[in-house]
């Protein structure tokens, strides 16, 4: 059985050169490139980006490069697209793998014992489509939401909702999350159902496995590379070293500013929300 690892990541981002930031002494994509190559399980590991730094920086880390066509790295890409390229560049090159590990560029908060857990659970069986790390969040619950109708006014964002509801998050069925720092892919199944799965993210299919962890953070804004850190750091993840990235702790609103974001997402890692603001006040 062959398994493969694609790290995705594109350099046209709001976050200027966000995959590629400096996060505790590595660029950002170091993280998740570093897991899929100490993965016991893991045969090959592929980079896909159109930005060369992002495939020189994988290459140093053995990922072997795949140049992403620009019309697979526009901000309204969808990400099947280049998985699709990529399986087909290994195909062509290599040989189809069974599994496929697809690492997210933007998320630290991924490791070699997890990636090695999900691809087990796959090989164990094979019925899966796909198996995706997920981490409970009531705090944002569909219950909870609102949308904006065309009178200007909220509305409930789920639609014929007529009984009484608990305002406790608590109280309301436990609500979960795709992490999005890698997802372990059944390829046979995914080039055969003919983009048939749960939505929005159909590829991985309709029989979709669970590895349960603690929470995610996906690097968008500053702010999210200071919680990147302070995990990292919490999480002992070899490789990383105690500098921090200066243009963010220079300034403490942005410390202010994470703990605070990090406080509402809800059912997060408190031991980071007190570290954050731990740092708050020394600043």
């Known amino acids: 059985m062959k398994i493969y690892a694609l790290l995705t990541g594109r350099g046209n981002n709001t976050l200027k050169d ?14 998740p490139a570093y897991a899929a190559i100490k993965a016991k399980t893991i045969d090959k590991c592929f980079c896909s980006s159109d930005d060369d730094k992002i495939l020189n920086a994988a290459a140093e880390l053995d990922h072997i490069s795949i140049k992403r ?10 990400h099947i697209d280049c998985i699709i390229h990529a399986l087909n560049y290994m195909k062509q090159n290599y040989s189809q793998p069974d599994i496929l590990v697809v690492t997210l560029a933007n998320n ?6 997890w990636i090695d857990d999900c691809v087990n659970m796959m090989i164990n069986d094979m019925t899966l489509s796909a198996v995706v790390p997920i981490y409970q969040d009531n705090d944002h619950h569909p219950l909870r939401a609102k949308k904006i109708d ?7 964002f789920e639609d014929d909702i007529h009984q009484p509801l608990s305002t406790n998050r608590q109280d309301l069925t436990s609500c979960y999350f795709l992490a999005h720092n890698f997802w372990v892919l059944n390829v046979k199944m995914l080039l055969n159902n003919g983009g048939i799965g749960q939505a929005p993210w159909a590829f991985m299919g309709d029989n979709i496995g669970y590895y349960m962890i603690d929470e995610s953070i996906d690097i968008h804004k500053k702010n999210d590379l200071m919680l990147a850190e302070e995990w990292l750091k919490l999480n002992n993840v070899e490789g990383s070293t105690e500098s921090m990235s200066a243009d ?8 202010h500013n994470a703990a605070e974001q990090q406080i509402k997402r809800g059912g997060g890692n408190y031991k980071l929300i007190l570290c954050v603001a731990s740092r708050k006040e020394a600043a």
């Not at 966000?18 to 993280?31: A, D, M």
């Not at 066509?69 to 969808?78: G, H, N, R, Y």
């Open 150 to 156: 065309s009178n200007g006014h909220l509305q409930m």
């Open 108 to 113: 630290v908060t991924i490791k070699s014992e």
């Open 248 to 255: 963010v702790y220079k300034d403490p609103e942005h410390i």
């Open 69 to 78: 066509p620009a019309e697979f790295a526009l901000p309204t890409s969808q």
């Open 18 to 31: 966000k995959n590629i930031l400096e996060c505790l002494g590595h660029p950002v994509l170091y993280y």
